[in-house]
Structures are given as C-alpha cells and as structure tokens.
C-alpha cells in the first residue's frame, strides 16, 4: 500500500496561514471521510489535531481545520505561532487489507 | 485522563522475539479499539495492527509486513494491551506507539485519539 503523499516542507511567518496538502487515491481518502490529522513535536508522540476531514478534538485550538476535496485532503493553520513549528502527518482508512495509510509527513517550520 | 504507557523495548537479534505492553488508564480497555503503530528512525508513521472491543467480539487485523510475525493480545483484568513480535527483521526497528482509536464500528478505522510516549525497539546482529 502506497504511502499518502504531502509535501516535505512548509514554512511562514508569524500570524500568517498555510496549508498542507495530502494526496491519496480513491481507494483511500478519496472515497469517505476518514481522513485524520496529526501534530508531532520532535522526540514526542503524535498529538491528533483532527479527525474525519474537519473534526477537531477538545482542546485543539481552533486555529487548526481541515478540509477534503476529491482526492486531496488539507490542513490549514491560521495565525501561525512558534509552537506549530512540527511534523505532521496526514492519514486516511483504506478499503485494502493495511486498513490505514499515513502521509511521509511534512515538516512545518515558523520562520 | 487516559494515558498510555508503553514498555518492554530493546535491543533484540534478527529472528528473535519481543513482547512489548502498554499499560493503559482512565478509560475501560475491554470496550476500546486499540492499535499499534510504529515509527523507524527519520521515518513516517506505519500502523502495525489493532484489536476490537470485546463487545465488538475483539477481532484483530494486521498490516502486511507483520502479518503472521505480530499478534495483539488483551488483559483487560490488568488493563495491559501487548505486542508478541517474533522472528523480528532488522526492518522492524522503530519507535512503537500503543494508541486508542475514536470508534468506527464495522471493519472500518477512524482516527487515533490518545498516544503512548513509544518505546524503542532495535534489531540488530
């Protein structure tokens, strides 16, 4: 099963927005909305940021949402602070026999 | 609170065996869709395997790569979930997570919702 791909790098300022893209195929996150989010700091455990599509869990800041068109899922984080500066790591459930299919993951760095 | 709590990493030869656990609170493990997934050194996340709720008559699933190597156990009485990894390969060196699934219901798997802090497991001669 093919890895979902995201690009390796995203970076910005202070206060501004960008958005990370995941790419998958119809077998996965292009055919429901299972398409999960994960935050992961260096050294630590991934932290999930959202679930299916656009769901975000208690206490995760609402600068963070996420979004699902065709075959691309995205997150976006608005008002980019310090603390988002991590790896995260875009997943979808797939119909094949692995279940679940997680993205390289792309590196967020606050500039 | 839920917390996770992983243990049981190391060093272990090519061929041999490990069993990780991860001992679980703040919630009842036997209603709980557990997984594990691991993460090799510089390297993106891999699900390795789960097991349904009892409820759910407590079925596992593997990933390919595992599949007839790695079995997924319960002590619900100990509120311990475990990892059997035998004839381990020197690919499977990574980072193990013990982590809870949001319920999904049928065959189906929905997101991650709480994390262990992992534990290492290195193979090598």
């Known amino acids: 099963q093919s890895a979902l791909t995201q690009s390796a790098s995203v970076s910005g300022s202070p206060g501004q927005s960008i958005t990370i893209s995941c790419t998958g195929t119809?077998?996965?996150?292009?055919?429901?909305?299972?398409v999960s989010w994960y935050q992961q700091h260096p050294g630590k455990a991934p932290k999930l940021m959202i679930s299916?599509?656009?769901k975000r869990p208690s206490g995760v800041s609402n600068r963070f949402s996420g979004s699902k068109s065709g075959n691309t899922a995205s997150l976006t984080i608005s008002g980019l602070q310090a603390e988002d500066e991590a790896d995260y790591h875009c997943?979808?459930?797939?119909?094949?026999?692995?279940?679940?299919?997680f993205g390289r993951g792309t590196k967020v760095t606050v500039l | 609170e839920v917390q996770l709590v992983e243990s049981g990493g190391g060093l272990v030869k090519p061929g041999g065996s490990l069993r990780l656990s991860c001992t679980t609170s703040?919630?009842?493990?036997?209603?709980?869709?557990m997984s594990w997934v691991r993460q090799a050194p510089g390297k993106g996340l891999e699900w390795v395997g789960r097991?349904?709720?009892?409820?759910?008559?407590?079925?596992?699933d593997y990933a390919e790569p595992v599949r007839g190597r790695f079995s997924i156990s319960r002590d619900d009485s100990r509120n311990t979930l475990h990892l059997q990894m035998n004839s381990l390969k020197t690919e499977d060196t990574a980072v193990y997570y013990c982590?809870?699934?949001?319920?999904?219901?049928?065959?189906?798997?929905?997101?991650?919702?709480?994390w262990g802090q992992g534990t290492m497991v290195t193979v090598s001669s």
């Open positions: 982590s809870r699934e949001d319920y999904c219901g049928g065959d189906c798997l929905n997101a991650f919702d709480s």
């Open positions: 703040g919630f009842t493990l036997s209603d709980a869709w």
């Open positions: 097991i349904k709720g009892k409820s759910d008559g407590g079925k596992t």
């Open positions: 119809n077998g996965d996150l292009g055919s429901h909305n299972l």
């Open positions: 299916e599509v656009n």
């Open positions: 997943s979808s459930y797939t119909v094949s026999g692995t279940l679940v299919v």
